[in-house]
């Protein structure tokens, strides 16, 4: 069976461990004028560092398809140079927090292709991260098709538990190809 991961890398997911504890400052991101979403960048600002995570596409053997772009998550430490905007004249606007980060999660997808009942492909995601402080939780997730470098922005008390009920199980079948898709998501907490 062909496994491919589209997930972050173990520096990445380090990286995230070490913002445990930290003071969440602010985020900076495009201005969300009439949806949920911002383009491609949010930058983060957590005690004395800056942190970009970026949703770019990347070309991916897609299933057993071929190459595709496919959107990937990447969060790294950065200098306040490389903070801007992935849409040329935008000017991003900050969002206060200062707060305390308790504990991160990881919004997990995985995606199997059958072939004749039989799985012959799992592709892992890294769908979106989840900082939950001290009074609530910043969700910063890919959108669900897999092709946009779109990241929506959610906060509130329970909003694991939204983007889990809004989410259903999927099991799509293509005709033409006589292939079932099944979609899971899990969360997992950075220890």
């Known amino acids: ?20 504890n930290k003071q969440f400052k602010k985020y900076r991101a495009d201005p969300i004028e009439q949806a949920s979403w911002v383009w491609e960048r949010v930058a983060l600002f957590i005690d004395d560092k800056i942190y970009l995570l970026r949703n770019e596409l990347e070309v991916i053997e897609f299933f057993d398809f071929g190459l ?5 998550l990447h969060f790294e430490n950065v200098e306040e140079s490389e903070v801007h905007s ?22 997990n997808e995985k995606q199997t292709r059958f072939q004749d009942d039989v799985p012959v492909s799992e592709m892992y995601f890294t769908k979106g991260v989840v900082f939950e402080t001290e009074l609530r939780q910043y969700s910063f997730m ?19 538990d939204k983007l889990l009920s809004n989410y259903e199980k999927e099991d799509r079948e293509e005709i033409d190809t006589g292939c079932l898709y099944i979609t899971e998501r899990t969360v997992e907490e950075i220890k």
């Open 1 to 20: 069976m062909i496994k491919t991961y589209v997930t972050l890398s173990d520096k990445e997911r380090e990286t995230l461990k070490n913002c445990i």
């Open 142 to 160: 890919k959108e669900d098709w897999d092709f946009e470098v779109h990241i929506e922005l959610d906060r509130g008390m329970n909003v694991i």
């Open 86 to 107: 992935g849409l040329v004249g935008v000017q991003q606007v900050d969002t206060n927090i200062n707060d305390r980060i308790k504990r991160i999660y990881l919004i």
């Open 68 to 72: 595709e772009d496919v959107s990937k």
